[in-house]
Each structure stands twice: as C-alpha cells, then as structure tokens.
C-alpha cells in the first residue's frame, strides 16, 4: 500500500464511497412507466452529443441492480451515491407518484444496507420531465414547485432509511450549460435565461429541503452538490486580479452566497450585463434555509491570464487558461490537487458550512482493457491519491470534512462527450455490458480497508 499514514488520518466514521447518477448508468428509458426527460430529446437531436450517442442502454444499471451493489461491496465501500430519476417517479413531473419507478430505489436502498452500504440521495442530476420542459422547464417559476411534491414523495419512500441526501446536483451547470451556452440540456443559448433557470434551481432546492425535512427520518443530512472551481491569478496585474474574483462570483458565487448569505453577489448579473434573476419577496429565505452539508464536486481549478480589459465571463470561459506545465485527463482539465485544499480552506473561513463532503471527484483516461481481467490505469489512482492527500491537509487544518466520492463507479454517459470519455473506478465493455475493476478500483479498496484496519 503506497500511503500507509494517509488511511489514518481520516477519522473512523469518514464515508468513502463512490458516485454515479441516474441517467449516465440506468438505461431503460421505457420501462415501468418511466417518462421522458430532457436529455432524452437532448441527446437525439443530432449534433448534440458525441456520435449521436444517448443513455438509452447505458450501463444497463436498471437491470443489473444486484451486480452492481454486490461489486461495491466486493470493494469494500462503505457509502454510495446514487441520484433518483424524477421521470421515473412522476413521469409527467406533475401528479401522482409511479410506484414501479419507487420500486427500484426502494430495492436499491435496501440492496446497500444489507451491503452494509451507506446510501446518499441525490434528488436531481439534470433529468427535468421533458412535460415540464414544455411548460418552460427551469424558466418556469412553477417547476420549482413541482420539485418540492416531488421531494416530498421521495422523502416519504426512502426517508426512513436514506440518511444522507442532496436537493440538486451542480446546479451552475444544469443553469448555465443547459441555459447559458447551450452545451447540455434543454441546449438554450441565452445568458438572461441561465440566471432565471438558476434562480428557480435554488428555490427548487429550498422548497426540497424543507420538505424532506418534513419528511425523512430526524437525524438525516441534507445538503447540495455544487461543481466548485477556485480561480488563480496567472500574473498580479490588477486587471487580472479583477478578473479573477469575476471568475470566482461566476464559478462560485452564484449559488454559494444565496445558499449562505441569503443574496447574490452585488456585481454578478452586471458582469454579464443582464437583468438581475427574478426574486420575489420571501425567495432568498426560502433559498438560504440552513443546510447541514454542502456537497463539492472538485475537478480542476481556474488559472486567469493577463486581460486587455474585457470581461473573462461575458460569454464564455474560453479566455481561462490552464497551465502549459500542468497535467490534464482527457477532458483537457488540469490536474490540480491543491486546489482541492486551497477551496476546502477558503470555503471554511468565507460560509462556514457545518460539514463538506467531496460528492464528486475523478479523471477521465483513455483505459485499454486487455480483454482478460485487467484494466491498468495509474494516472487515476495517482489523481485519486494526491486528492485524497490534498482533502487530508484540510482536514489538519481543522475544514469539517465528512466523506469522499469517487466520480465515478464505472465508465458511463458523460453528458455531451457520449461514452467516449471513461470515468470509472469498474470499466465497461458496452457491448458485452461487462464489468472489470480498474487497477483504480483496487488501489482505491486497499485504501479504504487499511482505513478501516487502522480504526
Ligand atoms: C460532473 C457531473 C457528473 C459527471 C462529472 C464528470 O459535472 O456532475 O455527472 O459528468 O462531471
């Protein structure tokens, strides 16, 4: 085992685990009365996603349930975090609630704690009904809430036995990749329109946690998952020192001060030259209800070059540079492990939250599968590693951190880029739908067993 003192430094009731969610894994976009979402349509418009690929089949997850929890328990993984396709539930978004679509996370649910496995709930990760998308989708002030109904079902269900849940998953991307620049669902070239669909994820998100709290069990940890991405300065010329909080209140702001100040930041929407998003009297305590835990997906970081006086953000980040020295996987994101420690300290000392969990975190690699049982990917385990490192030298430093997930179980539909980028700990053979741990895999068990061995 290459990092003996490591393991120890973790407390003994810290959860390491993995992620994945619902539409990158399940396929059986028809069965038992699932509706359609927005990435259905999505990814059958052409052109949209790479190959014209789609999460129709994906990692036949729906179908193969049992396996998949029983691998993770031969990892020896102590929580999973999976996210719940609200078209599953309500295949409208609206009405009552399709018990065979409860049926699976209920089975999945009690699949992980015969596993002995901890499950985490993630409520939305981007599936919108596509009904709701008609109606407006994330423009809509009513779709929030139809969250919350939604919420309030699920809650109901699983509440008494999931124990950790999160409203939304990286709402920044559902809004501004979705909205803004068009890259993802609903595919809307419209900056105004990613600070409305944004306002209206947020107050998604406070209307789900008051009712899950509502609703599930008391000791129960709720929370968001946001994709948080620290900017640094290139050189320390005031104009790009400038650039760089722009960045920062684009990146991070945007949905850190409504969750924990109750406001947005003062000089965000005129960065973008738009109207400030919709509030209505009541909408910013609705949004900044305490959580107990924020949820960080944390890939990579932000380097800002030298601006000649324009806005780094106005349109697009493609004026964020990365380092020509740095290390990147193969989505072009640098390798960055000190960033990880560098937010986890500032997020501490700026919003205080009672607890951080790492909801996310992972490299994609070109992996060669030798056709037998093995899979040899050390740059992952060596990005895993020095994360984990980096989340231990916050953790000295006093940051409440609780958990680790790995992005992701196994390879599966990355958005955009189709199946051609391979995030897994478990590789896929898509056609054969076999599964083979990465040497990842096996680095990231040994690690969490001599975790557990040194309590
Ligand atoms: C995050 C998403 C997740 C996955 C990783 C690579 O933005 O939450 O679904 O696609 O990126």
């Given at each position: 085992?290459?990092?003996?003192h490591?393991?120890?430094?973790?407390?003994?009731?810290?959860?390491?685990?993995?992620?994945?969610?619902a539409?990158?894994?399940?396929?059986?976009?028809?069965?038992?009365g699932?509706?359609?979402?927005i990435?259905d349509?999505f990814?059958?418009?052409?052109?949209?996603v790479?190959?014209?690929?789609t999460?129709?089949?994906?990692?036949d997850?729906?179908?193969?349930?049992?396996?998949?929890?029983?691998?993770?328990a031969?990892?020896?993984?102590?929580?999973?975090?999976f996210?719940?396709?609200w078209?599953?539930?309500?295949?409208?978004?609206?009405?009552?609630?399709?018990?065979?679509?409860?049926?699976?996370?209920?089975?999945?649910?009690?699949?992980?704690?015969?596993?002995?496995?901890?499950?985490?709930?993630?409520?939305y990760h981007w599936d919108?009904?596509?009904a709701?998308?008609?109606?407006?989708?994330?423009?809509?002030?009513?779709t929030?809430n139809?969250?919350?109904?939604?919420?309030?079902?699920?809650?109901?269900r699983?509440?008494d036995?999931?124990p950790?849940?999160?409203t939304?998953?990286?709402?920044?991307?559902?809004?501004?990749?979705g909205?803004g620049?068009?890259?993802?669902?609903?595919?809307m070239?419209n900056?105004?329109?990613a600070?409305?669909?944004g306002?209206?994820?947020?107050?998604?998100?406070?209307?789900?946690?008051?009712r899950?709290?509502?609703?599930?069990?008391?000791?129960?940890q709720?929370?968001?998952?946001?994709?948080?991405?620290?900017a640094?300065?290139?050189d320390n010329?005031?104009?790009t020192?400038?650039?760089?909080?722009?960045?920062?209140?684009f990146?991070?702001?945007?949905?850190?001060?409504?969750?924990?100040?109750?406001?947005?930041?003062?000089?965000?929407?005129a960065d973008?030259?738009?109207?400030?998003p919709?509030?209505?009297?009541?909408d910013?305590?609705?949004?900044s209800?305490?959580?107990d835990y924020?949820g960080?997906n944390?890939y990579?970081?932000?380097?800002?070059p030298l601006?000649q006086?324009?806005?780094?953000v106005?349109?697009?980040?493609a004026?964020?540079?990365?380092?020509?020295?740095?290390?990147?996987?193969?989505?072009?994101?640098?390798i960055y492990p000190?960033?990880?420690?560098d937010?986890?300290?500032?997020?501490?000392?700026?919003?205080?939250?009672?607890?951080i969990?790492?909801?996310?975190n992972?490299?994609?690699?070109p992996?060669?599968w030798d056709?037998?049982?093995r899979?040899d990917?050390?740059?992952?385990?060596?990005?895993?590693?020095?994360?984990?490192?980096?989340m231990?030298?916050?953790?000295v430093?006093?940051v409440?951190?609780?958990?680790?997930?790995?992005?992701?179980?196994?390879?599966?539909?990355?958005?955009?880029e189709?199946?051609s980028?391979r995030f897994g700990?478990?590789y896929?053979?898509?056609?054969?739908?076999?599964?083979?741990?990465?040497?990842?895999?096996?680095?990231?068990a040994?690690?969490?067993q001599?975790?557990?061995?040194?309590?």
């Open positions: 085992m290459q990092h003996p490591l393991a120890s430094l973790f407390p003994a009731d810290f959860l390491w685990g993995v992620s994945t969610s539409y990158q894994i399940e396929g059986a976009v028809h069965e038992d699932r509706g359609a979402s990435w349509q990814a059958a418009t052409p052109g949209k790479h190959q014209g690929q999460g129709a089949v994906a990692c997850h729906y179908h193969r349930m049992p396996e998949d929890v029983a691998l993770m031969s990892l020896g993984l102590k929580a999973y975090r996210s719940i396709a078209p599953r539930i309500q295949p409208e978004g609206t009405g009552a609630a399709n018990s065979l679509g409860l049926d699976f996370y209920d089975r999945l649910v009690d699949a992980l704690l015969a596993h002995d496995i901890v499950p985490l709930a993630t409520l919108l009904p596509l709701l998308h008609q109606q407006g989708g994330w423009l809509n002030r009513a929030a139809h969250f919350a109904e939604y919420a309030e079902i699920v809650g109901r699983l509440g036995r999931v950790w849940w999160l939304l998953n990286e709402p920044w991307c559902a809004a501004f990749l909205y620049n068009g890259l993802h669902a609903p595919g070239h900056t105004q329109a600070f409305v669909a306002h209206h994820l947020l107050l998604a998100h406070g209307h789900a946690m008051q899950l709290r509502a609703t599930v069990r008391a000791d129960a709720l929370g968001i998952a946001l994709n948080l991405n620290p640094y300065p290139h010329s005031p104009e020192l400038r650039a760089v909080q722009e960045v920062d209140r990146n991070n702001g945007w949905f850190l001060d409504p969750i924990f100040r109750g406001h947005y930041p003062e000089q965000l929407s973008f030259k738009v109207a400030p919709p509030i209505l009297d009541g910013m305590e609705l949004i209800t305490p959580i924020l960080v944390y990579s970081r932000s380097l800002i601006h006086g324009t806005s780094p106005g349109t697009s980040s004026t964020v540079v990365s380092d020509q020295d740095g290390h990147f996987t193969e989505m072009g994101w640098e000190p960033g990880l420690t937010l986890m300290v500032q997020l501490d000392r700026d919003y205080r939250p009672r607890k969990v790492i909801t996310e992972g490299a994609a690699f992996d060669e056709g037998g049982d899979v990917d050390p740059r992952r385990s060596d990005y895993l590693a020095a994360h984990i490192q980096a231990a030298t916050a953790l430093q006093g409440p951190l609780a958990g680790y997930f790995a992005w992701a179980l196994m390879d599966n539909f990355e958005w955009a189709g199946f980028k700990l478990v896929v053979d898509f056609p054969t739908q076999r599964r083979i741990i990465k040497a990842s895999g096996r680095w990231y040994a690690f969490i001599q975790q557990r061995a040194g309590h």
